[in-house]
């Protein structure tokens, strides 16, 4: 009896936690549901969980399916998904939550504010936005967008302000540079940056070289990397600091600031040495036996031999008769066996004779100053280590280069992918399986977008179906380009895609340069806080002299903004300095500032206007999709939208027609934007509506989203999991649509090759197995770079430079990287996420220097330059340099002890050398070739601050 227990009482609890699991796994709905932000490559299927209106949870469902190609076995992609997909069924409902539309109600930034009906805020901006493009033209308005919208054809950016500011004939700014996500050094090499192999070859190399952190950056993506290391993949981990990825690496490298190209240029020493390179890829796929003048350092090109001679036509020498020989334009198929290493003279039409010599000879001079014991000296990297790395790159051994966003951020970002995509030219690994470098491209979907379509001649979109015409169009603006504008037959596809896109958006897309350099105070700032050892130029030096010779006409921005839309997007917490110099001088030149977005953010508390964005699971779209997933994902509408807020297709359209009718109230029926364009004030709701087929109802838009993935699947671009037709119907039942065929959007060109579902994506097939040129100026891999900007800076190849001096000249620099607990700034101020992490801010610091200046773990301390500061928690740890600290990125400038964040000291100079122009890959495109601000390696130090909280 003792011991018998009484079961009357004690189950209570129990039965109370059992009704409780039983009550959380009870559910009215369950739909598909991915979050549409920019998080890259994402595209992870969650199912979504609602009862009685409202969500309860989300699950990652592991749908994805398996793959069947037939060379290349490798693991499906599941799990898909992270700790943000996890918790945005609480986030949604947070306290900073945007329900209702929102006016400024005292000065801006002061947090007052009114909530306003729909029709007041449509009717005040439409008549403040008619003011602007009355008093100082359509270029006054502009459009600040990331890819951070809540849908393709529904949501922010492409799917709405882009497409509304297209209309109106304001100017939108380019995503790719003010985020600095631009790969400039493999836009060198290869001539554009758009090639995004599938993540599933990370499992396929023999070596992996890690340059990021993908522990923090890809967690959907991490197991890749380990199960090719599993496989018996050695991993190699280039960071200055021993960051969460370098744990997994057979060899942790602690480089030296921006010391990687000496670390590369040491390598690529060592393989040509000991003959460790794929000759036959080097001289057919890159520039190595291109014959460059000794004189001035430009190839050598026939229109100095002969007059009427092609300036772009380049020489080889023949191995077998010592002679000059034409290398062929349209093909990388070979004129004769090229002689590599070797010199010889030449008469030029002039009569003179010049030496010439390969390039490839150069580039081993050029590496004669980079000995084992020279490049320990420059990078800290010992000769032991150099020769380990040599051999885990020599051929057969596939190599995969791994590195995300950071070299745009880099001052000499450029210098660092050139090198390492040295060593994949030198070994041939580029074009095959497990081979090459993760560039960037969204998908297919973005050519049925507002942005896309809205602008196509009025035939396309009275036609029977305006997506297929306008992809139709784009295919013939390819063709027009290459034989009617440039007469070249001889194009690459992806130069001819590139310029057609171009030529398309001159005069409504730019590059946030400009902005910065002309109407946000930058120029100064640039010229004034950067200290480069290796010239004396100025960034306005540069600037000047490339807009003089008219490189960036179009593009240049010469209209003072005086309105802005922000959308998917957060300028004052990303844009370097956003809380200096970019609010300080081009706000109080902002006459109207409306933002559209689902929360709160910074941009937002300085904002006229807040207009409440619905959030995901709210309505039916897709988040933009990848090659480097090639799945396209759909959320449904799993409850309705929250408060009073919409959809930004259905805010745009609002705002849209009301501008309309302020125009016509003040007589203006048709205005000029630029020289070229006449806008007809009647057609911008047309348009916006592709002809009037889809209204501002749910069911309007969603009839939208079922005819446009209708139409994508019709062309051969989209394909249905299951065999039936591509559509929302279909959608809802699997949630994913696979990438497909060759689209001719321009970043769909830059694979170079067939998207084919269930197989192994590998970009630049096109090269390799067709001998298809690339899109450079020699039509190949480039190690030579011959513009005079980079023979001048003696960066014609790539040499290792100290970095410059960025804010000042203090002893320490700071990094950072993409943040393991938000996306952006999208959930940094989530309960559930400060839940995993301090709650605040915080930044590494070094723990011998703590130490010596008396600094405690959660100290705040101050970090400061000569160009700002700000406060932040200290973590000391013994993995980050005594010259660094680390904080990641996106933290929100309210989370603040003095609202200034981590960007308030970075005055963001782009490199000078990046304003080049006039020729070939050297012209801006949308993502690609413009200058970029930097961030990285600013100069910093730090102290404990007075403030402690």
């Known amino acids: 009896m003792a011991n018998q227990v009484d079961k009357s009482a004690a189950p209570a609890s129990r039965r109370d936690s059992v009704q409780e699991q039983r009550e959380y796994f009870e559910w009215d709905s369950c739909k598909w549901g991915t979050h549409r932000v920019n998080c890259y490559p994402g595209s992870c299927p969650f199912r979504v969980y609602a009862k009685d209106g409202k969500v309860i949870r989300e699950e990652i469902s592991c749908t994805y399916p398996e793959f069947d190609d037939p060379e290349s076995r490798v693991p499906?992609?599941?799990?898909?998904?992270?700790?943000?997909?996890?918790?945005?069924?609480?986030?949604?409902?947070?306290?900073?939550?945007?329900?209702?539309?929102?006016?400024?109600?005292?000065?801006?930034?002061?947090?007052?504010?009114?909530?306003?009906?729909?029709?007041?805020?449509?009717?005040?901006i439409g008549g403040k936005i008619a003011d602007v493009i009355q008093k100082y033209g359509p270029k006054a308005l502009i459009d600040d967008h990331a890819a951070n919208g809540i849908g393709v054809f529904r949501g922010a950016a492409e799917g709405s302000t882009t497409g509304m500011t297209e209309l109106l004939g304001g100017?939108?700014?380019?995503?790719?540079?003010?985020?600095?996500d631009f790969k400039v050094g493999q836009w060198l090499t290869f001539g554009e940056m758009h090639h995004a192999p599938g993540i599933e070859n990370w499992f396929l190399p023999d070596t992996i070289i890690l340059m990021s952190n993908p522990v923090y950056a890809n967690i959907p993506d991490i197991h890749y990397i380990l199960e090719a290391r599993y496989r018996g993949a050695k991993i190699i981990a280039v960071a200055p600091d021993k960051n969460p990825s370098s744990q997994f690496a057979d060899i942790w490298v602690p480089i030296d600031w921006s010391a990687d190209p000496a670390l590369w240029l040491g390598v690529a020493k060592i393989l040509i040495d000991k003959g460790w390179i794929d000759e036959p890829f080097v001289k057919e796929q890159t520039d190595s036996p291109i014959?460059?003048?000794?004189d001035d350092g430009r190839f050598l090109a026939e229109s100095h031999l002969r007059e009427g001679g092609d300036a772009e036509q380049f020489y080889a020498i023949d191995s077998k008769t010592g002679q000059p020989v034409q290398m062929p334009k349209g093909t990388l198929e070979m004129a004769a066996d090229y002689a590599l290493d070797t010199r010889a003279s030449v008469r030029l039409k002039d009569g003179s004779k010049i030496e010439v010599r390969t390039v490839f000879s150069l580039l081993k001079e050029r590496l004669a100053d980079y000995t084992p014991e020279k490049v320990h000296q420059m990078s800290g990297v010992h000769p032991d280590t150099l020769y380990q790395i040599a051999e885990l790159c020599r051929p057969p051994r596939k190599i995969f280069g791994y590195i995300n966003f950071i070299t745009g951020k880099l001052y000499h970002g450029d210098l660092l992918e050139r090198s390492y995509c040295y060593i994949l030219a030198l070994t041939g690994n580029v074009g095959k399986p497990g081979t090459g470098t993760q560039g960037w491209s969204p998908g297919t979907e973005v050519?049925?977008?507002?942005?896309?379509?809205?602008?196509?001649?009025?035939?396309?979109?009275?036609?029977?179906?305006?997506?297929?015409?306008?992809?139709?169009?784009?295919?013939?603006?390819?063709?027009?380009?290459?034989?009617?504008?440039?007469?070249?037959?001889t194009m690459p596809p992806v130069e001819a895609a590139n310029g057609a896109t171009r030529e398309g958006l001159k005069g409504f897309l730019t590059p946030g340069v400009f902005l910065w350099y002309r109407h946000a105070g930058y120029k100064e700032v640039w010229d004034k806080h950067l200290h480069d050892p290796y010239t004396d130029k100025k960034i306005s030096d540069y600037a000047e002299d490339a807009v003089a010779k008219g490189w960036w006409d179009g593009f240049d921005q010469k209209t003072t903004p005086r309105a802005m839309f922000v959308s998917g997007s957060n300028p004052l917490r990303r844009h370097r300095g956003g809380m200096n110099t970019y609010i300080k001088?081009?706000?109080?030149?902002?006459?109207t500032i409306v933002v559209f977005d689902p929360r709160w953010s910074t941009t937002g508390l300085y904002a006229d206007y807040v207009l409440p964005a619905a959030s995901y699971y709210e309505y039916a779209d897709v988040k933009y999709s990848t090659p480097g997933t090639r799945l396209l994902c759909f959320t449904d509408q799993s409850v309705p939208m929250q408060g009073e807020s919409r959809s930004d297709r259905q805010i745009a359209l609002g705002v849209l027609a009301s501008i309309a009718k302020h125009l016509k109230a003040r007589g203006i029926e048709k205005y000029k934007s630029g020289e070229n364009r006449e806008v007809i004030v009647d057609d911008l709701y047309w348009r916006a509506t592709y002809g009037d087929r889809y209204g501002d109802t749910n069911a309007d838009e969603e009839r939208m989203v079922d005819d446009c993935l209708h139409a994508l699947g019709e062309l051969g671009w989209l394909t249905s999991l299951d065999g039936e037709d591509v559509g929302l119907a279909n959608m809802r039942k699997t949630g994913k649509a696979w990438l497909s065929g060759r689209p001719p959007w321009h970043g769909m060109v830059c694979q170079s090759t067939d998207m084919i579902p269930g197989q192994v994506h590998v970009p630049m097939r096109d090269q390799v197995e067709l001998k298809v040129p690339y899109a450079t100026t020699t039509?190949?891999?480039?190690?030579?770079i011959d513009h005079p900007y980079f023979v001048e800076a003696d960066e014609a190849l790539v040499r290792c430079k100290r970095p410059p001096d960025i804010g000042g000249h203090q002893p320490m620099r700071i990094t950072g990287g993409h943040v393991r607990w938000s996306v952006h700034a999208?959930?940094?101020?989530?309960?559930?996420?400060?839940?995993?992490?301090?709650?605040?801010?915080?930044?590494?610091?070094?723990?011998?220097?703590?130490?010596?200046?008396?600094?405690?773990?959660?100290?705040?301390i101050r970090v400061y330059n000569d160009y700002g500061e700000f406060l932040v928690r200290a973590k000391p740890s013994a993995c980050v340099r005594p010259d660094q600290l680390v904080i990641y990125h996106a933290w929100e400038?309210?989370?603040?002890?003095?609202?200034?964040?981590?960007?308030?000291?970075?005055?963001?100079?782009?490199?000078?050398?990046?304003f080049a122009g006039g020729y070939r890959h050297f012209e801006y495109t949308l993502f690609s070739w413009a200058p970029s601000q930097s961030d990285r390696q600013t100069n910093i130090a730090y102290e404990k601050a007075t403030f402690q909280g």
């Open 171 to 180: 100017v939108s700014f380019d995503l790719d540079f003010v985020t600095g």
């Open 826 to 860: 999208n959930w940094h101020t989530s309960l559930e996420m400060m839940k995993l992490h301090r709650g605040e801010p915080f930044a590494f610091i070094n723990s011998t220097a703590a130490r010596e200046k008396g600094i405690e773990d959660h100290d705040f």
């Open 76 to 124: 499906d992609y599941n799990p898909r998904g992270c700790q943000k997909g996890y918790q945005h069924s609480r986030a949604m409902y947070g306290p900073d939550r945007v329900l209702h539309p929102m006016k400024r109600a005292g000065e801006r930034g002061s947090g007052k504010w009114e909530k306003i009906s729909w029709d007041q805020a449509f009717d005040e």
């Open 447 to 489: 050519s049925a977008s507002m942005t896309a379509v809205a602008g196509m001649p009025r035939q396309v979109i009275e036609s029977a179906n305006p997506v297929a015409g306008a992809a139709t169009l784009t295919q013939l603006m390819m063709e027009d380009y290459k034989t009617r504008l440039k007469m070249d037959p």
């Open 893 to 914: 400038p309210f989370q603040h002890p003095n609202g200034m964040p981590a960007d308030g000291l970075m005055p963001g100079p782009p490199k000078g050398l990046h």
């Open 779 to 784: 039509r190949r891999i480039a190690f030579y």
């Open 291 to 294: 014959l460059v003048r000794s």
């Open 585 to 591: 001088t081009l706000w109080p030149k902002l006459e």
